[in-house]
Every structure is written in C-alpha cells, then in structure tokens.
C-alpha cells in the first residue's frame, strides 16, 4: 500500500473518533499498527518526509569529487544515492530505538597505553601544528589510510589530550575509513540516517545540501541556525557515547562551511571551584536527535530515545575531567527542579559557546600540490579528515544555505566509554599545572 494512502486511511480513522471516546485495545492496536506503518518519524529538526531505500533524484547531484572517490573505490551508485534502510529495517516505537546497543560492551580505549611522546606518528610526519595552545592539531605529510596500530593509539591519545585533530590532503576510501573506526571502538549504525547504500552500515552521509533541499532542514540565510549550525555534540543520546568521530569531506566549497570545535575540558576548567563542587556527581538527562513513535500513546507526537549520563566526567585516556552537555541534546539536569537545571544548563552552554580561547575554528579548503589556487581543490579527489573526541567537545558548523554549497562528507562515530566520574581525577589545567585563575 502506498504510504499516502496510510497516511490518509490513518487520518479518516482518527478523525472518525469522537473525542471523548475511550478506545478499547482492538481500535489502539489498529491505530498504532497504521501509524507505524506510514513509515519513519525522522529528526525532529528535519521534515524527513518519510524517505526510505535509494533515491534516485539526488544520485545525479553528488560532487564531482566525491564521484571520483566512489569510482575510484568500486562504489556503484547507480541505483541511487544517498541510502536509507528500507522501512521494515527501521524502529518506530522508541523501546525499539532505545533497546538498540543497550547494554555494556567491551571498549577498549586506544590511547590509554599509548606512548606519551607519540614518536611512531610524530616521527613519521612532516610537521606537527598546534592550531590554538590546548584545542586543535594539524598532521602533515601522513596519510590515515597507512597509519599502524601504534600510530593509531598515539593518534587516539592526541586526540584525546587535543579534542580535534586534522589531516588534509588524504586519498581515503570509505572501507578504510569505517576499519580505522572499527580500530577505536562499535561503530554507530545510525538506523535511518543517510548512508552510501545497503552495505555501508556504519558510514554516515553528511551532505548538507541534500539534507537541506531534500531532507526539509529549511536552511537560509535568515534561518542560518539549523541542523548541524546549532552547538551539538554527536550521539550523546547512546549507552555508551561516541569517542573518536571522524568526518571526512570529500567535496569542499570554495569558501565557508569552517566547522569551529569548542572543548569542554576548558569549559570546566572556566568554572569556580565551588560550582565545580556543585556539579560534580550530577547526571542529565540527553535525547536523540531522530524521533519514534510511543507505543502507549503514538498519537501523542514524536518521542526522542534518552539516556542519563555523569555531566562531569572523566576520560580513560588522559584521566582529565570534562563537562559532559550540550545545547541540542541535555535537555534537564536530574534532580533539580526545572527553573534551576535550565538556568544551570543555559549557563554552562553559554560558556562552551562563547569562550574563544577554549575553540578552534577549521577552514576545510586545502592548497593541493599542483593546483594553481585552494579554490582548483574541488575539482580533484583528495579530501580532508577531520577527528574530533566527542565525548570532550561541541561543534558546531557555520553555514547558510549559500556556503554549505557542495560540501559532502562520510561520518564514522566510534562509540566509547558509558561515561564515569572519579571523583579522584584533576582537570586538565590541574594536570598540567596551569594557572586556574
Ligand atoms: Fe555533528
């Protein structure tokens, strides 16, 4: 059956009930047998329009450097692209949602054994460039494709003592980009998020032009603060939440689309004393950005999966403490009273957002060998990776509809820890011995 079709029986159905009418259990189940079968809720910042499989409009869309990439890797895209699970592999209930990898699984955290001077990767690079003093390292002259373990865990580590590091210039095929994932954690699979097709699961398809035109993101110069242009931290809905994310951009605009990366080590290291004190121990509440459908009340509007997680936590890897929320997902601290936790919380965002010096800004163009100008980059395959900790940063990317134009990327998320507060464990400016004032 047609889903408008669905959609519409649905509405007959429910627009047939007078209101003050009771259902009994045979007309719920049929209502919630109808809803689920109109297909996926979505993101609850996007109108989905309920699109699932391939789609065979935007496959002629895709950037001439990212068709390079496909075709120099043997990704066939002829039946569409980008891919969404069909229907049937997609949850509708949020206990669907919610059960997905509920529960703990073994995470080995790379970085933690690693060599602390991390001489295999910095041996083997050409140059090594701190983009801020505590946010932001640029490695230049390696290619990720080619990194060893050892490499691999000194480049975990980096990450996890500098929140975001970059590699331009990089010849990376989405294969190798989801096993260098696998290398540091359970790779997310999104289950109705955009991918490369069927057998791509755990490849996110970042492609704002897409999302914003086809996927109803409603992005334009007035409403510039959609999406991905909100501060947000990835996945912090999980059981265990996304470590390592890696965000490769195949295709780059000419100009604009910088990502800015802000860390929330230094976020809490802005703090007080005392309210560091107050905080610590506290748990929040986060939701996910896709919604469901309540099973017991499905007409009552789309429900996000949530989960409570330490909002001061320590990472296994360097053993420094970090603010853990973000302004799109922390919806509530636990145990306070409403006014109080969004008072808090408003605060704690304003200072991940607005402090500078704890941020780092990236431009993703990239001056290739051989090219005249930055701006010849988009005509030629060689794509720039970024890999941010997401557990100890907020991103938040700067575009309109204008200067989103022909960006694409492929996201790897590799899930990490559940998230634990020793309560033994130092800042960073503690750990390193600098000055809190
Ligand atoms: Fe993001």
Same mark, same amino acid.
């Given at each position: ?32 047998? #109808? ?10 910042? !996007? ?13 002629? #869309?895709?950037?001439?450097? $990212?068709? *390079?990439?496909y ?11 980008p ?6 592999? &997609? ?16 995470f080995?955290?790379?970085? #933690? ?14 140059d090594? =460039? ?5 946010v ?8 990720l ?11 975990? +580590?980096? /990450? ?5 590091v ?16 696998k290398?540091?954690?359970? %790779?997310?699979? !999104?289950? *109705? ?23 109803? @993101?409603? +992005? ?11 501060? !947000? ?10 470590? &390592? $994310? !890696? ?31 107050? @905080?610590?121990?506290?748990t929040?509440?986060?939701?996910s950005?896709? %919604?469901?459908?309540?099973?017991e ?23 420094? #403490? ?7 997902? $922390?919806?509530? =601290? %636990?145990? +306070? ?9 408003n ?10 010096? =704890? ?32 557990? /100890? ?36 400016r503690?750990?390193?011995? @600098?000055?809190?004032?």
């Open positions: 059956m047609a889903p408008t079709s669905i959609i519409d029986e649905t509405k007959a159905s429910v627009q047939q009930l007078p209101l003050d009418k009771k259902l009994d259990e045979q007309e719920v189940q049929n209502l919630i047998q #109808k809803l689920a079968s109109i297909g996926p809720v979505g993101s609850a910042q !996007h109108n989905t329009k309920g699109r699932t499989g391939y789609d065979t409009e935007w496959v002629n #869309k895709i950037p001439e450097t $990212t068709r *390079q990439r075709e120099k890797y043997g990704i066939d895209v002829s039946k569409g692209y891919y969404i699970p069909t229907i049937d592999k &997609i949850p509708k209930f949020v206990d669907e949602a919610f059960a997905i990898r509920n529960e703990e699984y073994p080995i955290e790379r970085g #933690k054994n690693a060599d602390p001077e991390k001489k295999a990767l910095f041996g083997a690079a050409k090594v =460039i701190n983009l801020t003093p505590y932001g390292t640029e490695i230049v002259g390696l290619q494709a080619d990194l060893d373990d050892k490499q691999k865990d000194e480049l975990a +580590l980096l /990450i996890a003592e500098r929140v975001v970059f590699f331009k210039d990089q010849d990376l095929s989405p294969k190798k980009q989801l096993e260098l994932g290398y540091w954690g359970q %790779v997310e699979v !999104h289950p *109705q998020a955009n991918r490369i097709g069927p057998d791509y699961d755990g490849i996110t398809v970042i492609w704002q032009d897409y999302f914003n035109e086809k996927g109803g @993101l409603g +992005l334009s110069f007035q409403r510039s603060r959609q999406g991905t242009s909100r501060w !947000h931290g990835d996945l912090s809905h999980e059981f265990q939440t996304a470590g &390592i $994310t !890696h965000l490769h951009q195949d295709s780059i605009p000419d100009a604009g689309g910088e990502t800015i990366w802000s860390s929330t080590y230094g976020a809490y290291d802005k703090l007080s004393p005392a309210f560091k004190e107050f @905080l610590d121990g506290k929040a509440i986060f939701k950005a896709h %919604v469901y459908l309540s099973r009340n499905p007409l009552k509007g789309p429900k996000h999966v949530e989960r409570e997680h330490p909002i001061v936590r320590t990472h296994p890897a360097t053993g420094w #403490k970090y603010l853990f929320v973000n302004r799109s997902y $922390t919806t509530r =601290i %636990v145990g +306070l009273l409403p006014e109080e936790s969004d008072a808090i919380l605060y704690l965002f304003s200072v991940i957002e607005n402090n500078r010096d =704890i941020q780092v800004t990236f431009s993703w163009q990239q001056k290739l060998p051989g090219l005249k100008s930055p701006s010849d980059a988009h005509k030629t395959y060689r794509g720039t990776s970024a890999l941010w900790d997401n557990r /100890i940063a907020n991103h938040n990317v700067i575009h309109t509809n204008e200067s989103i134009k022909g960006r694409h990327g492929t996201r790897v998320a590799s899930l990490a820890d559940a998230g634990y507060f020793d309560p033994d464990s130092k800042s960073q503690e750990a390193l011995g @600098l000055s809190l004032d």
